[in-house]
């Protein structure tokens, strides 16, 4: 028997009439595995495999856990091979279906009108940028399109709009399911632009920075998770008869390999594509990464688990220059525990314990030359996972924003800039 769950699933007053993701999730669970060794970490990748589980957390480093979402019919054999590695699965999530319907109420607010409190549709975020057109800090532009013809939109914030400094490009919503990472990249765009608290802060990043913010860069996936499944983590492109999308995030032409913590299997969360940058999603990123030579950091923000994590993610080989990177990431994971408390480990992708092959962090560094390339991933640890409540919105978009400009501060500083 696995240890019974801890987690109460906390009912938020459901008086809205909305219309959920049409796949459900009833009786699904998510299963919490504390590996000890590198071994057992391996043993849980082969048995994710072998049952085609969903992944919701690979462990970073040591002491952290593995999260991994089963159906009701393969939860008793799972827990029987787990608990034959000599490990307990805790049951964390009991029924993922209650918790999307008790979460997804405040999903109503997505509306016809953007809020930065909201997790919002795609054609409302493309409006509130192309609003901030009216500022004269804010210019918009396309990235390009994707396979059902979205527009990639993103921003440009400058105080010398025809200028060319150092940049900082931050982008969200490369998996689908990560509201919070577009929720929080649209925080950020909203402080930036707007300055409400006149912050001399971003006065002064501004007269040595240029900023690029794309909050939605696979906005088919991130419709589709709004609309049909709430756990869709891939783009929307057919790859064969019944298994659509990949995961963009495995797809960059930089060390690119399935083998490689991706998959070959069109059917998977993590598969990696039939060949690098087979998707236009991802050309169309790497593209804007390599064709922004001034680009000196780029932030690409997903949930969850709390990391701050530099290349490589296709290696346990740091990168020459690991020092900076981690001297900067500690200095954003500061500044956001000082705000509401939350810890971010900070670290190198694959060290120690997890690879990942064809990500755009390694692609951003290791083709295009972007020195501070990060993965950030956001609150939380495993209570809500994916699943962010609304409650998260502006807390979350609080405590990354700060880190974000202790980061940028500190890099004028440590760039001698
Ligand atoms: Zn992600």
Same mark, same amino acid.
């Given at each position: 028997m696995w240890t019974k769950s801890v987690l109460i699933l906390v009912f938020i007053g459901s008086c809205f009439s909305y219309p959920s993701p049409t796949k459900r999730y009833d009786g699904h669970s998510v299963l919490q595995i504390l590996p000890k060794t590198i071994g057992d970490v391996h043993e849980l990748m082969s048995l994710a495999q072998k049952y085609h589980l969903d992944i919701w957390k690979s462990p970073r480093f040591l002491n952290e856990t593995f999260d991994v979402r089963v159906n009701p019919e393969q939860i008793a054999n799972f827990v029987h091979d787990v608990e034959s590695l000599g490990l307990k699965a805790k049951q964390w999530i009991i029924d993922l279906q209650k918790l999307i319907d008790n979460t997804e109420p405040t999903r109503s607010r997505r509306a016809t009108s953007f809020s930065t409190g909201a997790f919002n549709d795609h054609a409302s975020i493309n409006s509130y940028l192309d609003s901030l057109a009216s500022n004269s800090r804010v210019t918009v532009h396309s990235m390009g399109h994707t396979y059902e013809g979205r527009t990639i939109k993103y921003i440009k914030i400058s105080n010398n709009v025809g200028s060319s400094k150092k940049a900082i490009y931050v982008d969200g919503g490369i998996h689908a399911r990560e509201w919070l990472a577009v929720s929080t990249v649209l925080y950020m765009i909203d402080q930036m632009a707007h300055n409400p608290t006149h912050d001399r802060t971003i006065e002064t990043l501004l007269g040595t920075f240029d900023f690029y913010f794309a909050p939605v860069v696979n906005p088919d996936g991130y419709e589709y998770s709004r609309t049909q499944d709430r756990m869709w983590r891939k783009n929307r492109r057919p790859v064969i008869h019944g298994c659509n999308g990949v995961d963009l995030?495995?797809?960059?032409?930089?060390?690119?390999?399935?083998?490689?913590?991706? *998959?070959?299997?069109?059917?998977?969360?993590?598969? *990696?594509?039939?060949?690098? *940058?087979? /998707?236009?999603?991802?050309?169309?990123?790497?593209?804007?990464?390599?064709?922004?030579?001034?680009?000196?950091?780029?932030?690409?923000?997903?949930?969850?688990?709390?990391?701050?994590?530099?290349?490589?993610?296709?290696?346990? @080989?740091?990168?020459?220059?690991?020092?900076?990177?981690?001297?900067?990431?500690?200095?954003?994971?500061?500044?956001?525990?000082?705000?509401?408390?939350?810890?971010?480990?900070?670290? /190198?992708?694959?060290?120690?314990?997890?690879?990942?092959?064809?990500?755009?962090?390694?692609?951003?560094?290791?083709?295009?030359? @972007?020195?501070? *390339?990060?993965?950030?991933?956001?609150?939380?640890?495993?209570?809500?996972?994916?699943?962010?409540?609304?409650?998260?919105?502006?807390?979350?978009?609080?405590?990354?924003?700060?880190?974000?400009?202790?980061?940028?501060? /500190?890099?004028?500083?440590? /760039?001698?800039?």
């Open positions: 995030n495995r797809n960059f032409a930089y060390h690119w390999n399935p083998d490689n913590g991706g *998959s070959h299997n069109p059917c998977e969360e993590v598969h *990696s594509g039939t060949h690098a *940058s087979s /998707e236009i999603e991802t050309r169309n990123i790497q593209n804007f990464l390599c064709g922004h030579g001034n680009l000196l950091a780029y932030l690409n923000v997903h949930t969850y688990g709390q990391y701050w994590i530099y290349p490589w993610g296709y290696t346990p @080989v740091l990168p020459a220059d690991y020092r900076d990177l981690d001297h900067l990431g500690r200095t954003a994971a500061t500044a956001i525990r000082h705000t509401h408390g939350k810890s971010f480990t900070v670290g /190198e992708d694959t060290r120690v314990l997890y690879a990942a092959a064809g990500g755009a962090d390694d692609y951003a560094k290791g083709a295009c030359g @972007v020195k501070y *390339s990060y993965t950030v991933e956001l609150r939380d640890t495993g209570l809500h996972g994916f699943v962010a409540p609304t409650s998260y919105i502006i807390p979350a978009g609080e405590e990354t924003f700060a880190g974000f400009k202790a980061f940028a501060t /500190e890099l004028i500083r440590y /760039e001698h800039l």
